[in-house]
């Protein structure tokens, strides 16, 4: 494993954490869980909406931390009706780039098959190249879980929780 000095950036340092086996972390090893890890960084003080597009690019998202993360996600606007409008507006910039995840049409689509499907899961999608960081990007991470359905805009930090026909809207 490559070495990195105490300067390092903390989220360089998060990156490697959640990019790392867990059995050779010692730590986090021992939680098997990386659930703790989130709920630990937003309690030192963490950004939310950074933390959520960590561990999502970082494929670190599972049942357990779904949990923590519908648990603690702040400011949710309940979007009853998805129809393809509604999606859309969720979607406030979506760039003309080579480098976007699909066509703003094609992405609308998707997103409302996976809600409709209940596609158990993290999708993220980027309005741009989300390598190249001198350029912007919007990042957008739909989270559905047995019982949840979260729109996340990373950029403008907004959540919407999306409720299907008859749901009861309980603990938001």
């Given at each position: ?19 790392c086996n ?5 730590v986090?090893?021992?939680t098997?869980e990386?659930?703790?890890f ?7 003080g963490?950004?939310f ?5 960590l561990?999502?690019?970082c ?6 931390s779904?949990?923590c ?10 979007i ?5 409008k509604e999606?859309?507006r ?17 992405i ?14 993290t ?9 190249n ?6 990042t957008?991470?739909?989270l559905?879980?047995d ?8 950029n403008?930090?907004?959540s ?6 008859g749901?009861?809207?309980e603990?938001v």
């Amino acid at each position: 494993m490559d070495k990195i000095e105490l300067g390092t950036p903390f989220r360089t340092v998060i990156i490697k954490i959640l990019s790392c086996n867990p059995k050779m972390l010692s730590v986090f090893g021992r939680t098997k869980e990386k659930d703790l890890f989130f709920k630990d960084l937003l309690t030192i003080g963490c950004d939310f909406y950074e933390l959520l597009e960590l561990f999502a690019n970082c494929e670190a998202i599972n049942n357990e931390s779904i949990n923590c993360i519908v648990e603690n996600v702040p400011n949710v606007e309940i979007i009853e009706n998805y129809n393809d409008k509604e999606i859309r507006r969720m979607i406030p910039h979506w760039s003309s780039s080579k480098y976007h995840t699909a066509t703003i049409k094609d992405i609308c689509q998707e997103l409302k098959m996976h809600i409709e499907s209940d596609s158990n899961g993290t999708f993220v999608y980027n309005s741009n190249n989300s390598k190249n960081k001198k350029v912007y990007n919007d990042t957008y991470i739909l989270l559905i879980s047995d019982s949840n359905k979260f729109f996340f805009d990373i950029n403008r930090k907004k959540s919407y929780k999306i409720i299907n026909d008859g749901e009861v809207t309980e603990n938001v």
